[in-house]
């Protein structure tokens, strides 16, 4: 049996012992779609991870594959109804990443609104000569009404953190009894995106997420709100965010995702209202351990005949 290992993770099992060959990528960066595509013909495993593209040419590729690990909560990164057509297992790694992700998106929501980059880059450059009424002037974060657009786990994990921030949660789409019990508010799309102070992106990406925020809603936003997108970066139209920002229709973005990583829209780089890290949402290593973990265990699982933990 062949595992393909897109990239080294930061747990690795003894494959030898355990009877397994595996092609391992201990290259700097990632494979590219050809490379993908060559070792995958006799492998009957991958670990893949989330900017590799699984689609129907590369499974067509693998004729022995069964199993598909993606080492990421995330999947649209896989043609998984084709995958499963051919009934291939699809893997991914709920749960571990929850909070890990959860606390990047609260980073960087506090990180837009108090100028903390702004900030440490002015202290870094040396420009701190004295102590000013107006100097960084953000906005608050208690009391202020939290949007959270994606009411999973992670979405889920956000609105409780709030709890410390005394902040009022609006959530959309089904009802969510964790956020319910903590008097968050079920409403329509359109009352959210006009209500929040701060709207937080945690749904998954696909055809009816792509391109949920474009001008349109960025224009029926508050001018003094913040939106965060730790989900998947085109669920945001991103020139329409940059525009949005440029002309004061909303205050500022915090990203860790953009429509098509790694390339990053020039109008979000040296712009003072955007915090932006590249996607970092679940980069912990105890997370990323246990991420590692679970893969491995499923993708074991699969190949020796037994159901995975955690399939899609
Ligand atoms: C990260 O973006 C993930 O989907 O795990
Ligand atoms: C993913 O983990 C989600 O359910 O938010």
Redesign the pocket.
């Known amino acids: 049996m062949k595992i393909l290992i897109t990239k080294e993770l930061p747990y690795m099992p003894d494959f030898a012992s355990l009877g397994y060959e595996v092609y391992i990528n201990k290259s700097e960066g990632l494979m590219t779609y050809d490379q993908i595509k060559e070792q995958v013909k006799d492998a009957n495993a991958i670990v893949s991870m ?1 900017a590799d593209k699984i689609d129907q040419e590369i499974i067509d590729s693998a004729p022995n594959l069964i199993v598909i690990c993606n ?5 649209n990164n896989i043609d998984f109804n084709y995958a499963k057509s051919k009934n291939i297992v699809v893997c ?2 709920p749960d571990v ?1 929850t909070d890990t ?1 959860a606390e990047l998106a609260w980073a960087l929501l506090m990180a837009t609104a108090r100028k903390i980059v702004e900030s440490d880059r002015f202290m870094q450059a040396g420009k701190f000569k004295a102590w000013l009424p107006d100097l960084m002037l953000g906005q608050d974060i208690v009391g202020k009404t939290l949007g959270i657009i994606g009411t999973g786990r992670i979405g889920t994990a956000m609105g409780k953190m709030s709890q410390g921030f005394r902040m009022p949660i609006l959530y959309t789409r089904k009802p969510n009894p964790e956020l319910d019990a903590l008097g968050a508010k079920m409403v329509d799309m359109d009352t959210l995106i006009k209500k929040s102070d701060y709207i937080s992106l945690h749904c998954p990406l696909n055809d009816s997420t792509k391109h949920m925020f474009t001008k349109k809603e960025f224009a029926m936003m508050k001018n003094s709100a913040i939106i965060v997108n ?3 970066g085109a669920v945001i139209k991103e020139q329409d965010l940059v525009d949005a920002i440029a002309t004061g229709e909303i205050a500022g973005a915090g990203l860790d ?1 953009f429509e098509d990583e790694p390339i990053v829209n020039s109008g979000l780089l040296n712009n003072d209202k955007v915090v932006i890290a590249p ?1 970092i ?2 980069a912990t290593l105890g997370t990323r351990t246990k ?1 590692a973990q679970m893969s491995f265990n499923d993708c074991f699982a699969v190949l020796s005949g037994k159901p995975a933990k955690f399939t899609v």
Do not use: D, E, I, K
Request: hydrophobic share 40%; glycine share 12%.
């Open positions: 989330l080492y990421a909560v995330g999947y991914n790694t990443l992700t730790t989900a998947r995702v996607h949402g679940s991420m």
